[in-house]
């Protein structure tokens, strides 16, 4: 039985599969791969794009989905072995995932870092006890990776440049101000996933603080001795921007930091100026601009730059619904 948790656990010919199922949904969006089953959809953190679009996923594939929300509308759990069960939590990931699997067909989990203590959260412990636990696939809504929206970004790259071959695109992975430090989820998964097409990355950041953590630099380093293409680390803007084809931002928390955001903020502030604005873009080859979404307008992207023909931050988080519906397809057939 295959989980999909990251994407750099299926092969790059499954991925492809996926993305070609994926257009095809986005074209007919109906179907009845999921009919008469059920999805579990386990939320322990908020959503807008994630829950809405696996929701009606699930429906337009002929399936029904359970939201729940552990703490809020369904008990609190316990993810350790070996805890006295003597607080807040009251059943175990043991029993949770056993008994989901044997009301529903696939389970989705979301569930950020506790941002206490990177060493730990990078463990990625509640989505890896769903999936010792469960005997039907689960699937990474978003934990410390982020691999829907890798597969919806990449589908969205594919659509603009009218090609499934990325290899030799410049592509430029901008770190960018946000009052508070966020999850790197989704730089990990930028990272991976554009890397893995063969494309020419460039990680762009402050300082050598906020370059990503060692697994997913490694990810990024074995896809391109793989797939071609190039990694590189740049702290200047403008080389860095200079005729590239993509420009895709994100905030994240400097991992020597984590859990100590406080101490990070002062540093933080200094780099608002990595905000991309049109001139900036103006640098590129004539480059398409991404963000997965929520974004903070005029402070990680100016509106000169959402609204500008060259974002495709909407039609990302719409390909959302129709890779999804594709993982979902992947995984009942198999």
Known sequence: MKHFLNTQDWTR??????????????????????????????????????????????????????????????????????????????EHIAEVAKVLSRYVDLIGVRAFPKFIDWSVDRQDRVLKGFAKYSTVPVINMETITHPCQELAHALALQEHFGTTDLRGKKYVLTWTY?????????????????????????????????????????WAAQNVAESGGSLAISHDIDSAYRDADVVYAKSWGALPYFGNWEQEKPIRDQFKHFIVDERKMGLTNNGVFSHCLPLRRNVKATDGVMDSPNCIAIDEAENRLHVQKAVMAALARQ
């Open 13 to 90: 010919a499954e991925l492809d599969a996926v993305l070609a199922d994926a257009a095809r949904y986005k074209q007919h969006k109906f179907g009845d791969v999921l009919k008469g089953q059920g999805v579990a959809l386990v939320f322990f953190n908020p959503s807008l794009r994630t829950r809405t679009s696996f929701e009606l996923g699930t429906f337009q594939l002929g399936g029904h989905a359970v939201v729940l929300q552990p703490g809020k509308d369904a008990w609190p759990i316990e993810f350790d072995l070996g805890t006295v069960m003597d607080g807040e939590a009251e």
């Open 178 to 218: 946000h009052p508070k430090a966020l999850n790197t989820a989704v730089a990990n998964s930028a990272l991976t996933i554009a890397t893995r097409m063969g494309m020419d990355v460039t990680l762009l950041c402050p300082t050598p603080e906020y370059v990503l953590d060692e697994r997913y630099m490694g």
